[in-house]
């Protein structure tokens, strides 16, 4: 169960934030992973601002606030080693919450809009190379403490590679969403839906987790089960993977997002054009999808290393 979010500020404030939250799901089609990292964002803030204040933010603070404040907000995440994406995202994340209030004609302020995001370090994704990712799916079942959830884990494993899903979208699906399907419906950020090729391996992977597990499971029922017999949570996969990091000595950048950039990367390399991997990953802008391009040139750039060493 999640830990409740609190606010430092008024029940004034805090009912404001509650029909922001219910406008991003209702009007945005914000998913449940999405307002609970928006939230923890705005709780960040007002925790912030209560002590900058030293007292609860009221409505009448809302209205007045400045710049320098905000800024104020943005240099504390710095001293505190919050890198720029999740500052960025922070800031982000009141800029709705500001607009959202401007545009309901609570408050008339809009001095946020003039403060600018920290720049983001172009990182490139971290994938695995193709022997590297299909060792890990190989061994990924013989780490756990029942066999079925061995076979279960390897599913999943399989899942996020085969069909490049996010975790929180292969841990959603349900009994049915796959049986006797060549294509996978997904339903990803902003409620966009996407259809993934299901290759045999990734069928033939669920196949057999369905048929070794111990709980009955019926059409709409959750597919992927703890060991409890509820829906999977995301920090069991996290802590399978933190465990197969160390056996096969693999870098710590090996997240179950890594399998989902190492699904875009090797198509890349096999000729697959930026346009269809970015309908299969489901990204809104082709900018995200052409990351990818910068991981195949790094590694090119790489392998060139490598030969110059071998010729010398």
Same mark, same amino acid.
């Given at each position: 169960?999640k830990?409740?979010?609190?606010?430092?500020?008024?029940?004034?404030?805090?009912?404001l934030i509650?029909?922001?939250q &219910?406008?991003?799901?209702?009007?945005?089609?914000y998913?449940a992973?999405?307002?609970? &990292?928006?939230?923890?964002?705005?709780?960040?803030?007002?925790?912030?601002?209560h002590q900058?204040?030293?007292?609860?933010?009221?409505l009448? *603070?809302?209205?007045?606030?400045?710049?320098?404040?905000f800024?104020?907000?943005?240099?504390a995440?710095?001293?505190?080693? @919050?890198?720029?994406?999740?500052?960025?995202?922070?800031?982000s994340?009141?800029?709705?919450?500001?607009?959202?209030?401007n545009?309901?004609?609570?408050?008339?302020?809009t001095s946020?809009t003039?403060v600018?995001?920290?720049?983001?370090?172009?990182?490139?994704?971290?994938a695995?190379?193709? *022997?590297?990712?299909?060792?890990l799916l190989?061994?990924?079942?013989?780490?756990?403490?029942?066999?079925?959830?061995?076979?279960r884990?390897?599913?999943?494993?399989?899942?996020?590679?085969?069909c490049?899903?996010r975790?929180s979208?292969?841990?959603?699906?349900?009994?049915? *969403?796959?049986?006797?399907n060549?294509f996978?419906?997904?339903?990803?950020?902003?409620n966009?839906?996407?259809?993934?090729?299901?290759l045999?391996?990734?069928?033939?992977?669920?196949?057999?987790?369905?048929? &070794?597990?111990?709980?009955?499971?019926?059409?709409?029922?959750?597919?992927? @089960?703890g060991?409890?017999?509820e829906?999977?949570?995301?920090?069991?996969?996290?802590?399978?993977?933190e465990?197969?990091?160390?056996?096969?000595?693999?870098?710590?950048? @090996?997240?179950?997002h890594?399998?989902?950039?190492?699904? &875009?990367?090797?198509? @890349?390399?096999?000729?697959?054009?930026?346009?269809?991997?970015?309908?299969?990953?489901?990204?809104?802008? $082709?900018?995200?999808?052409?990351?990818?391009?910068n991981?195949?040139?790094?590694? $090119?750039?790489?392998?060139?290393k490598?030969?110059c060493?071998?010729d010398?």
């Open positions: 169960m830990q409740e979010i609190k606010y430092a500020a008024t029940a004034e404030i805090v009912k509650s029909e922001w &219910a406008w991003l799901v209702g009007e945005r089609g998913s992973c999405t307002l609970d &990292a928006y939230s923890r964002d705005l709780a960040a803030f007002f925790n912030f601002w900058y204040l030293g007292a609860l933010p009221q009448d *603070d809302l209205k007045q606030i400045d710049i320098r404040t800024r104020a907000f943005l240099s995440q710095n001293r505190h080693h @919050l890198s720029k994406t999740s500052t960025a995202r922070r800031l994340t009141l800029k709705s919450f500001f607009k959202w209030l545009r309901c004609h609570i408050i008339n302020n946020i003039v600018s995001a920290p720049k983001k370090d172009k990182l490139l994704p971290k695995l190379d193709v *022997d590297q990712t299909l060792n190989e061994v990924a079942g013989d780490f756990a403490k029942e066999k079925w959830q061995g076979i884990d390897v599913a999943i494993l399989t899942i996020l590679y085969g490049g899903l975790i979208e292969a841990l959603s699906l349900n009994v049915g *969403d796959i049986d006797h060549d996978l419906r997904i339903c990803g950020k902003g966009k839906e996407r259809l993934v090729p299901l045999p391996a990734v069928k033939e992977k669920i196949a057999a987790y369905q048929q &070794a597990c111990p709980y009955q499971q019926k059409q709409g029922d959750a597919l992927f @089960l060991a409890r017999g829906r999977i949570s995301p920090r069991i996969v996290q802590r399978t993977l465990k197969l990091r160390l056996v096969l000595g693999l870098p710590n950048s @090996l997240t179950p890594a399998l989902r950039h190492s699904f &875009a990367t090797h198509l @890349l390399a096999e000729g697959t054009d930026l346009r269809s991997i970015q309908e299969l990953l489901g990204h809104a802008s $082709l900018s995200t999808t052409q990351r990818y391009t991981v195949e040139i790094e590694h $090119l750039k790489q392998e060139y490598k030969a060493l071998l010398g």
